[in-house]
Nanobody
Framework: VVQLKESGGGSAQSGGSLRLSCAAS????????MGWFRQAPGKEREGVAG???????NYADSVKGRFTISRDKAKNTLSLQMNSLKPEDTAIYYC?????????????????????WGQGTQVTVSS
């Protein structure tokens, strides 16, 4: 079993930056791919950024050029650097991990490919 714990959420002004972190513990050697998802009120959970075991990444079109996902296997952490934030980025952000090998092109395809989820951290961007 893998436990995921997010941190770093909070409030920012439009155009500002935030950095999210996710600490993994437990059976970390079972983790292949990881990703960040978000869910805004009244909307479905959507993929934001994903990274596979070889460091290949995939981003939602809405965040390309603004967000950067990174993974430190030595520290068992996943990060999301969010720049040029917009009010539409407001959501609860979730860290996710998968035991299976997912092609980079499918990292954000569906939440069903991920086995473990954190509890989420709120990000609020004001205009």
């Amino acid at each position: 079993v893998v436990q995921l714990k997010e941190s770093g959420g909070g409030s920012a002004q439009s155009g500002g930056s935030l950095r999210l972190s996710c600490a993994a513990s437990g059976d970390i050697y079972s983790i292949s791919c990881m990703g960040w998802f978000r869910q805004a009120p009244g909307k479905e959970r959507e993929g934001v950024a994903g990274i596979d075991s070889d460091g290949r990444t995939n981003y939602a079109d809405s965040v390309k050029g603004r967000f950067t996902i990174s993974r430190d296997k030595a520290k068992n952490t996943l990060s999301l650097q969010m720049n040029s934030l917009k009010p539409e980025d407001t959501a609860i952000y979730y860290c996710a991990a998968s035991r299976i090998i997912i092609p980079a092109s499918l990292l954000l395809h569906t939440t069903g490919l991920y086995n473990y989820w954190g509890q989420g951290t709120q990000v609020t961007v004001s205009s």
